[in-house]
């Protein structure tokens, strides 16, 4: 049996790329304590080569080497991958799955037990750059530990937030599919420029600052969204034209109507 100074993986794709990035520069983990099973002979050959990390083609080395072990491969293949490893989980496993949509259930069912510690993460995509924001929860199994050690390992790409189950809908509806809103945002943005006559590159440039500077303002300032508003609106000027444009056509309304609906639909693929 593993010890706590390793971390596998079963599943080495670009999320799970993300998570041994962030561990290893933060040096959480070194490269000889993180255990990857990957099926692609040529993406085991890319984390060597990149990361130095232990790879495997099957899945019996992680679930012996390590007690905390990262379930990272597509929703559509968990059945199977639980089905695979149930003789290999214990109680000592910490099992921590990055897989959308299926509820801590789906786990304890696939490994045909009840007494698993199991924490459920829904991250983003923004954690591919570090940046990610994360929602993970426990089972009953899963001690206060468990989650803080989880939520450290998340710290390390981004931030994350300890939430009951029935809150991760929510977060998926929000930070989940929210790098999706925000890039259409940010496309509608860099068109709007163009529009203007300035060109594609110049347009792309002043957007993407632009947004990134006032995520980083508001951030940082603790100021109330409204409040950081208020300082670029002057009276009669060209903000608060625009403004009226944005509230007239609904724009806050729509933006949570669109969060809503993702939330409804991650409830609905959580039943299915």
Partial sequence: MGNTNTIGFIGGGQMAE?????????????????????????????????YGVQVFADNTPVWNSCKTVILAVKPQIMGLVLCSSKEHVSTEHLIITIAAGLPISFYENGFERNDC???????????????????LSGNKNASKNDLLRCEEILNKIGKAVILDESALDAVTGLSGSGPAYVFTFAEAMI????????????????????????????????????????????PGGTTIAA??????????????????????????????
């Fill in 191 to 234: 068109d709007a420029g163009i529009k203007a006559g300035l060109p594609r590159p110049t347009a792309e440039t002043l957007a993407l600052q632009t947004i990134a500077g006032s995520v980083k303002l508001l951030m940082e300032s603790k100021k109330h969204p409204a409040e950081l508003r208020a300082m670029v609106t002057s």
């Fill in 243 to 272: 403004q009226h444009v944005l509230e007239r056509s609904g724009f806050k309304g729509i933006l949570m109507d669109a969060v809503e609906a993702a939330v409804n639909r991650s409830k609905e693929l959580g039943k299915s």
């Fill in 117 to 135: 510690r199991i924490i459920r993460v829904m991250p983003n995509t923004p954690a591919l750059v570090l940046e990610g924001a994360s929602g």
């Fill in 18 to 50: 993300a998570l041994i990035r962030g561990i290893l520069e933060s040096g959480l983990y070194t490269a000889e304590t993180v255990f990857v099973t990957e099926p692609s002979q040529k993406r085991r050959n890319y984390m060597t080569e990149n």
